[in-house]
């Protein structure tokens, strides 16, 4: 039995920043993997300086979306249909076709109708504070819940057989972890993203969640060259000198080798941390508590 997960990213690049490795390590071991994007990336810059030649950077973006979910492996994906509405109080948020001003409602209907086409099993968003703040990731996840209680309802006005997701989760950071890249990104003489000054307790991370709230937490470090292709294939975002493209191999495996997240709908597999997010409904499951 083929099971599938379903992720929901905001912009093109996201997928791949935020759940690259564990797109590339689902298909490899012959499950499913759907993406869905929902915004042009609109507002996004072409940060690199690169030459679009005749593109508009949209159409580019498209194109670099496609070349990142070739490198993970991903054939099955959707783009929802809605306007990159950019950071807050920016005239993007403004416009009216973007995801952020979109109808709750209209919006989480066409992920619902989606989500029972594709019957996923687990599906991925973003969290309730779209990881850093940014109204899009916010509407993903607001969307998200919703289109999958619409998914399931009998009444729901979609076409297709009612559908129930057996595991919701959203994609997060640990606190923890994130300080400790901080701490081995200043050490190893490196520019930490989050500057230059000492962070001196998780409560001051930027982001992130607090370690006791993950549930889920995936190796992916025999993926890593995946993730690196497709956040390089990213390159009108993800610039050559991008952290995410120079952090030296020893310190990529120990923040990057771990993908985490947090079960908001279903059970989870195994007494305390998951290592699977098909953990307690994949064939073949690893014993309880083992990688």
């Known amino acids: 039995m083929t ?13 791949s920043i935020a759940c690259g490795g564990v797109l590339a ?12 994007t929902c915004t042009g990336g609109e507002e996004g810059e072409n940060l690199a300086g690169i030459d679009l030649g005749a593109d508009d950077l949209v159409s580019h973006r498209r194109r670099e979306l496609v070349d990142a979910l070739q ?39 066409r992920l619902a109708a989606i989500i029972r086409a594709e019957q996923p099993d687990v599906v991925v968003s973003d969290d309730a504070n779209g990881t850093y703040g940014h109204p899009d990731h916010i509407k993903a996840h607001r969307v998200t819940v919703r289109a999958v209680e619409l998914a399931a309802a009998p009444s729901a006005p979609l076409d297709r057989e009612p559908w129930q997701v057996t595991k919701r989760y959203v994609h997060t950071l640990g606190r923890g972890r994130l300080l400790a890249a901080h701490q081995a990104w200043m050490d190893a003489g490196l520019v930490s993203p989050f500057g230059e000054g000492p962070i001196d307790s998780e409560q001051d991370v930027p982001f992130g969640a607090p370690d006791e709230l993950i549930t889920t937490e995936i190796d992916v470090t025999d993926f890593l060259e995946h993730k690196r292709a497709a956040l390089t294939a990213h390159r009108s975002q993800i610039g050559s000198d991008s952290f995410f493209l120079n952090t030296p191999s020893e310190l990529m495996a120990d923040f990057f080798g771990v993908e985490q997240f947090i079960l908001e709908a279903g059970t989870t597999g195994v007494p305390g941390i998951e290592y699977d997010l ?6 073949n499951e690893p014993e309880a508590g083992h990688r």
Not at 3 to 14: G, R
Not at 82 to 109: C, I, K, W, Y
Not at 278 to 283: D, K, Q, S
Request: aromatic share 4%.
């Open 25 to 36: 390590r689902t298909v490899a071991s012959g499950a499913r993997a759907v993406v869905v």
């Open 278 to 283: 098909f953990a307690g409904i994949a064939p």
């Open 3 to 15: 099971h599938t997960l379903l992720c929901v990213h905001p912009h093109p690049d996201d997928e």
């Open 71 to 109: 490198a993970l492996g991903v054939t099955d994906h959707h783009l929802l249909g809605f306007r990159d509405s950019g950071m807050v109080e920016t005239p993007g948020n403004q416009h009216p076709d973007s995801f952020h001003r979109a109808d709750l409602e209209v919006a989480s209907l």
